[in-house]
């Protein structure tokens, strides 16, 4: 078994569509970076790696390289899960806290659990994802951006 931890923050912006666990949600805010910043993918995406001793997304994907600026987050994560199958392993569950007062979370969750659970090729039911505010405290608190803190477990897949 390996186990791997990830975790992201994005400024919240105006002008730019919110992308989180590979669908646009409805808000008037966005969340800047390279790609579409889609923290909850990037924080996935990094537990995955870890757990594999694979480096983090920006190994593979560094925010210097031009070519992939806009790239979508979903594009990334059927990048990792293809990387999981090539190194040899499975995911087993994937577990993830996302950090933001507005938009609320819960009304996407299962949707992003579905998209993700999708490009992994997993069953949904292997993908957690919870939301959960600061109360006001904070630069979550004070909406000026949203975090991501995910768990990844693998294990070597049968042969």
Not at 21 to 49: N, T, Y
Not at 53 to 64: A, K, R, S, V
Not at 99 to 105: H, L, Q, W
């Amino acid at each position: 078994m390996r186990v791997g931890i990830g975790y992201d923050v994005h400024r919240l912006v105006k002008g730019r569509d919110l992308f989180l666990g590979g669908i646009q949600i409805p808000f008037e805010m966005g969340l800047l970076g390279h790609s579409d910043g889609d923290v909850l993918i990037h924080a996935v995406c990094d537990a995955i790696l870890g757990a594999m001793c694979e480096g983090d997304i920006g190994t593979h994907f560094p925010d210097t390289d031009e070519s992939i600026e806009g790239i979508r987050s979903t594009e990334i994560l059927s990048y990792v899960g293809g990387l999981v199958a090539q190194k040899g392993f499975r995911i087993i569950n994937i577990d993830a806290v996302v950090v933001v007062e507005r938009p609320k979370i819960f009304p996407h969750r299962e949707q992003m659990k579905e998209t993700m659970a999708r490009l992994l090729h997993l069953n949904g039911d292997a993908i957690g994802i919870k939301g959960k505010t600061t109360e006001g405290l904070g630069f979550a608190g004070r909406r000026e951006g949203i975090e991501v803190h995910a768990i990844a477990l693998l294990e070597e897949a049968e042969k």
